[in-house]
């Protein structure tokens, strides 16, 4: 078989793995042990499985099956416990290619994407539930009012944090840049030096306390 006709292949059998598993394989031997192609040899089976995982842009899809065993699933107006890892704040966080907190990704599961900056608030005042009936996109104006509203505390590690990169002032400034202008994220993390994921935290309260 040629290469790239075999490359097609492994794709169709890593979707079809993935679709009745929920998961990616990362060990040649879980393939075989699931009854998948043994007829290769191990040796070109995983020479071309890293590239066919590559290929098919498979790496960091959420584990959907995986995700749903941490949580109490109950009735459709009740809290879902999240009942994995979390933050200092009490939001899940989940893991699959890269962090993620378990609330959005609930949240994206069910409504899709969530477009860049916004933040999924809760209507309940529950971090840990991932209910995506009790979930809602907001903007980081929405979600600062709805922490208020919530008399939540954020954490005061702050500037006094060593590996602080910005001064309590400067994130008062991106705060109300955030708020009252049109700059992108992306200008604004130019513009202190940091990434743009690290303005979107901070825009979030995810990152520094939020009362400053
Ligand atoms: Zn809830």
């Known amino acids: 078989m040629i290469k790239s006709m075999y490359k097609e292949f492994l794709l169709s059998e890593l979707n079809r793995f993935y679709d009745t598993n929920g998961f990616i394989p990362r060990r040649k031997d879980m393939l075989v042990k699931n009854n998948y192609p043994s007829v290769y040899t191990y040796r070109y089976y995983f020479e071309s499985f890293g590239d066919a995982i590559r290929y098919a842009g498979l790496i960091g899809k959420p584990n959907i099956v995986k995700f749903w065993k941490y949580v109490d699933k109950k009735g459709i107006s009740d ?16 893991f699959s290619g890269k962090h993620t907190k378990s609330h959005r990704l609930s949240y994206s599961l069910q409504y899709g994407d969530i477009s860049e900056g916004m933040c999924v608030l809760h209507k309940c005042d529950n971090p840990s ?26 954490d005061i590690r702050g500037e006094n944090n060593p590996y602080a990169k910005l001064t309590n002032e400067q994130i008062k400034e991106i705060r109300k840049l955030g708020e009252s202008t049109d700059l992108s994220q992306q200008k604004i993390a130019d513009k202190y030096g940091v990434c743009q994921r690290h303005i979107s935290r901070i825009l979030c309260n995810e990152s520094r306390s939020s009362d400053l």
């Open 129 to 154: 539930c991932v209910n995506p009936n009790h979930l809602f996109l907001g903007t980081h104006k929405d979600n600062s009012i709805d922490m208020v509203n919530k008399g939540r505390n954020p």
């Open 79 to 94: 809290c879902w416990q999240w009942n994995g890892t979390k933050d200092k704040d009490g939001y899940g966080r989940f």
